[in-house]
């Protein structure tokens, strides 16, 4: 609805007005951390994630994954034969683009097929990641 | 120095830099790399940006860049 009235207005949606002034709002660490997962992704992702704050990992699997800077802790999507499940992870004390960068190296070293992450302690889907 | 390591932390990243031919750089990053292997960091192996991540559990003095990280926390 906001993003509605500012199109009627004339104004770009939020996320999207964010993605083209990153350096004046970000702390150096964020900076850092923008840098580097910008220098990890494709071209294809790079251009999704300046666009529309989101960007697409395709698992070895067929299964297909959405990574959402601007979807809080729920910001990961699966979608594969079995439906679709949104993951809650959180990398803590770290820039945003950090969580977004292991999400995606995450992802990508199980072919797809969990998102390893530690829940009191514990790492769940560790094994995945073993080939 | 031909190769990279990046460690995710809270102020951003550090690096270590190693030269594959350079036994004495190599040794360091080696360190580095297992001493946060120890603490329960994951290790990623990228062989060119925007290339697929492999983990890898031992330090690969020829790998092109490694990035160090905590687990992420969720449910």
Aim: hydrophobic share 35%; net charge positive; aromatic share 6%.
């Amino acid at each position: 609805m906001v993003d509605l009235v500012r199109f009627i207005l004339g104004a770009p949606p939020r996320r999207v007005r964010a993605r083209e002034q990153p350096s004046r709002s970000l702390s150096p660490a964020e900076r850092r951390a923008e840098k580097l997962l910008m220098r990890c992704l494709t071209a294809e992702q790079r251009e999704s994630y300046r666009n529309h704050g989101r960007f697409q990992v395709n698992g070895r699997d067929g299964s297909r994954w959405t990574i959402d800077a601007g979807a809080g802790t729920r910001n990961v999507t699966c979608v594969n034969a079995s439906g679709a499940r949104v993951y809650c992870t959180y990398l803590p004390d770290a820039p945003r683009a950090d969580t977004l960068l292991v999400q995606k190296l995450c992802i990508e070293a199980t072919g797809g097929r969990g998102l390893p992450r530690t829940e009191s302690g514990a790492l769940h889907d560790g094994h995945l990641l073993e080939r | 120095m031909k190769s990279l390591m990046h460690v995710l932390g809270s102020r951003g990243d550090t690096e270590t830099r190693w030269d594959p031919q350079d036994a004495g750089s190599v040794s360091r990053a080696r360190e580095v790399f297992e001493g946060y292997r120890q603490e329960g960091y994951l290790t990623f192996s990228v062989s060119e940006p925007g290339a697929e991540a492999d983990h890898v559990r031992d330090f690969d003095p020829a790998a092109h860049e490694i990035i160090v990280t905590r687990p992420l926390r969720g449910g």
